[in-house]
């Protein structure tokens, strides 16, 4: 299937910004309440230690989940059936769909897990068989680490697109979405890997313009720099956060019709003609 990454990402960035007003419109709440999170999470102090940060991390992460499920879902449906799905969703819902989606993030996550987990093992396994001399079983564990993440990547992009499939109210069968995107890989992880750096150069800008106006502030009001710059990069890390999401939203959306395009093409052309036996 011809799949220009470059073109892709291209009018996946464009598309974003063409409907840019649907996308504030439905992304203004979830955007809103995360970000009055995070400030609440600053102005009650949250704990120095590791484990009071990283269970308030696991907190918001989940929160942010369950607060964007409704903008990812009505995107999806945008991307695919077009504007006329903006009529028939609510601002903010959490329903089946919502709650399909829901669980395919998580049946994503148990699969990167457990890949995850088992190449860790072998790497480890592989490492102890040399034991303290570095020998070919470390060279063999390093070699073995490489090829397990870069395989761990591909894999978990192609199998991405089962998100979309559970927006848009499709069948969702993980053998038929590794068949259908075969001979992919490298492109998806392509266009994945320029959606995200395309958020994460938006997301340093904002902040960038977040840590001048906060530094300014700082100085006008006689805080410290410390107390206040915070507040003014939550905003940016929000803003990546966001981004990230929706340009990924929008890639594999893109994805889906392409796919859908090709398998109704098929369908329609006629089969080849039978060959002629000698003497007919």
């Known amino acids: 299937m011809e799949f220009p990454v470059f073109r892709t990402v291209l009018e996946v960035i464009d598309f974003c910004w063409r409907e840019r007003r649907l996308l504030v419109h439905f992304a203004a709440l979830p955007f809103v309440l995360t970000l009055i999170l995070g400030v609440a999470a600053l102005a009650f102090g949250v704990g120095p230690t590791p484990q009071e940060m990283s269970g308030v991390l696991v907190v918001m992460t989940i929160a942010t989940v369950m607060l964007y499920l409704p903008l990812t879902v009505t995107w999806y449906r945008i991307v695919v059936f077009g504007e006329s799905e903006a009529v028939n969703r609510p601002l903010f819902t959490l329903g089946r769909r919502e709650m399909r989606l829901l669980g395919w993030q998580v049946v994503l996550i148990l699969i990167f897990a457990a890949l995850a987990g088992g190449g860790a093992l072998i790497t480890s396994l592989l490492g102890r068989l040399d034991g303290d001399t570095p020998g070919v079983f470390t060279v063999v564990a390093t070699a073995w680490t490489a090829v397990w993440v870069v395989g761990l990547l591909l894999a978990i992009v192609r199998l991405t697109l089962v998100l979309a499939l559970a927006s848009v109210d499709q069948p969702i069968n993980l053998k038929i979405v590794w068949e259908r995107t075969k001979g992919m890989s ?23 313009i977040g840590f001048i106006v906060g530094t300014v502030t700082a100085m006008v009001t006689g805080s410290e720099a410390a107390t206040v710059l915070p507040y003014f990069d939550l905003f940016g890390q929000n803003v990546m956060s966001f981004l990230s999401l929706v340009l990924t939203a929008t890639l594999f959306g893109f994805i889906y019709k392409m796919l859908t395009a090709r398998a109704m093409s098929e ?5 080849p003609a039978p060959l002629e036996t000698p003497g007919s």
């Not at 492109?187 to 960038?208: F, K």
């Not at 369908?267 to 089969?271: C, I, M, T, Y």
């Open 186 to 208: 490298w492109r998806l992880t392509g266009s994945m890997s320029l959606v995200t750096l395309s958020a994460i150069v938006a997301g340093l800008l904002v902040r960038l």
């Open 267 to 271: 369908a329609q052309s006629p089969p």
